[in-house]
């Protein structure tokens, strides 16, 4: 698989990404290895989890595929911090809380240091330079290799890129930050990602298939085993149920029909060649899923299919992102 840069740093990723946010949930031990396995055959590196996913049970399961199955030094392994359990509080950007959780993911993912660690969301109660502090500590340690955020809209993602170039005392920069960009999710287009495009942070796509409907499984009927009959997931999946994501669908399965390959693969090759993308993170439930989504390798769009979704599905941006010197 291709290999690119993360950002502007010296880390390279596989072009598509492993997500683990059903690991140690709706997805068991046997399965989580039959994924690592044909991600890590096809040449991927990237594994994404989070230190909230199954309560820790998706790092647990991680660490313990490392070594037996797939060796360590083979993976870019990337997990997050910052999200509670706390009714009153979704987020603690604290610089306390966030090395405890970097230190309790090290332990469950068995090893010394992750090669990229995100703040999971901002944190409006925590100052923003504390947080970022964190950073510095994680890296300066060892414990963490690079850094990224993760959910910052546009403004939390300038400042605080912003505040590390200006900050004599920073000891890091930004590698990455992870939003969903989708076909049917194309709002960080508005300013998350010219922002990252011009701070040279990478772009890492999660739910970059519409969170399952863009494959086109749910065009007639919600399947029995798919994440939209899940009692956890399908209010996940219920948003891109509506009128305007079956007309995306049925372009991109148009489009897929033409070029005798799966909505699938053309849903995830156009985002993953959308500029400024580093990697898409693709979450499965079995190894076949996995693999039909990695066989997008062998996949590029020709243009004029790429401007036929991109005018399909293109957002509503006005004043003040476009045309607002003409009005």
């Not at 309560?55 to 392994?77: F, H, S």
Request: hydrophobic fraction near 40%; charge should be negative; aromatic fraction near 6%.
């Amino acid at each position: 698989m291709e290999l690119r840069h993360l950002g502007h740093t010296g880390l390279r990723v596989s072009r598509i990404g492993l997500g683990t946010l059903t690991w140690g949930r709706d997805t068991d031990e046997h399965d989580a290895a039959e994924q690592l396995r044909a991600f890590w055959d096809a040449g991927g590196t990237l594994v994404d989890t989070a230190d909230v996913y199954a309560d820790g049970g998706a790092e647990y399961l991680l660490g313990q595929l490392l070594e037996d199955l797939v060796p360590r030094r083979d993976l870019v392994i990337a997990t997050k911090a910052g999200s509670v359990p706390d009714p009153d509080r979704r987020f603690d950007g604290s610089r306390g809380h966030l090395l405890d959780a970097l230190d309790a993911s090290l332990e469950r993912l068995g090893t010394d240091y992750v090669d990229l660690w995100q703040v999971h969301a901002f944190d409006p109660g925590t100052p923003l330079e504390e947080t970022l502090q964190a950073l510095d500590i994680a890296v300066s340690s060892g414990r963490a290799r690079y850094v990224g955020v993760s959910n910052f809209c546009g403004w939390q993602l300038a400042k605080a890129a912003t505040w590390q170039l200006a900050s004599p005392g920073a000891q890091t920069r930004l590698a990455s930050t992870q939003m969903e960009y989708s076909l049917l999710q194309r709002g960080v287009e508005r300013e998350v990602l010219p922002a990252a495009l011009d701070l040279g942070v990478g772009l890492l796509p999660s739910s970059p298939l519409g969170r399952g409907v863009l494959t086109g499984k749910y065009r007639h009927t919600t399947p029995a085993d798919s994440r939209g009959a899940s009692e956890h997931l399908a209010p996940f999946v219920a948003p891109y149920l509506d009128a305007e994501a079956s007309r995306i669908v049925e372009a991109v399965t148009t489009a897929a029909d033409g070029l005798a390959t799966t909505a699938l693969q053309v849903a995830l090759a156009w985002v993953r060649d959308r500029p400024g993308v580093a990697a898409p993170i693709v979450g499965a439930r079995n190894a076949q899923q996995l693999r039909a989504a990695l066989s997008v390798e062998a996949l590029t769009l020709p243009h004029e299919i790429c401007q036929a979704l991109d005018d399909v599905s293109a957002p509503v941006h006005r004043y003040p992102d476009q045309d607002w010197s003409t009005l």
